[in-house]
């Protein structure tokens, strides 16, 4: 899982509004459901099958948060460790909007929804990314808007002090 | 962790809106950076402490999805073990504000934000949580507002069909 990073890496210039990264696929195993649920959300229907059966998820399904952090394992391997990211700022409207059950298989795809300068820092940009995440019927299951932080290869130009 | 229910769970009818729940505090350790960023957030400012120190976060610090998850785990030990929760249904507005440095102890709070009844579920409530998390110095590392769904006592009241 430790990738180094790749001789080239585009920075905040390299980027375009509009371009789809598809991140890959990763299956949701019984174990890494009962691992992740034990270690960081343990309720009984993450924990136990039975419970799972009987609750409104219909049987075993993965942490919401869980199925976050998977996804942003598979944009770090297949987009973040290719640019000159400096860290993310935060992210909005992350909704739930299927459970990922035990077996399920999801892809994720990132587009560029906005790009634009830091207004504190002339080195960097402000990398704005939707995310959408499907299982392997094609039906949505996570989507959210994440901020980045990324390099530019060249300070933005000053305004004239006026 | 395998946290037992409460013999007696909290439903929606029992929240109240402006409660106010401490959460508890977790210490952020070197071996717990390294072993979250290999399974999840691959970039060299979280896998070692020499690009960490060169880095825009000046030092080892934590994946910012690993302060969530340690925060989803103090808000399962604290609050939602304790209520009727069916899940989560999404959060908005995730803001990283500082990063969480090797070291440092995060504490959480939250504050009951909203309480309305399902629309689609007369026997379920949409319950709103802002919750902040600070650092050992009292500065906001992290901010959000989740909703999860809780099961209600007694189903609300229908209307009259018109």
Do not use: C
Request: glycine fraction near 10%; hydrophobic fraction near 40%; avoid cysteine.
């Amino acid at each position: 899982m430790n990738n180094p990073l790749p001789a080239t890496r585009r920075y905040f210039e390299d980027l375009h509004l509009g371009e789809t990264i598809e991140l890959g696929r990763a299956t949701v195993t019984r174990e890494m459901i009962f691992e992740w649920a034990r270690e960081f959300d343990p309720l009984p229907f993450h924990l136990d099958e039975e419970a799972a059966k009987k609750s409104l998820l219909g049987g075993l399904a993965s942490s919401g948060w869980q199925t976050g952090a998977l996804t942003l394992r598979l944009l770090g391997e297949s987009f973040l460790n290719g640019i000159a990211t400096a860290g993310g700022l935060g992210f909005s409207d992350l909704k739930w909007k299927k459970p990922v059950m035990v077996g399920d298989t999801i892809s994720a795809t990132a587009t560029i929804a906005g790009l634009r300068r830091s207004s504190h820092h002339p080195e960097r940009g402000i990398l704005m990314m939707d995310l959408v995440v499907t299982n392997q019927k094609g039906d949505e299951v996570m989507t959210m808007s994440l901020a980045n932080l990324v390099e530019a290869r060249e300070p933005a130009a000053q305004e004239p002090a006026s």
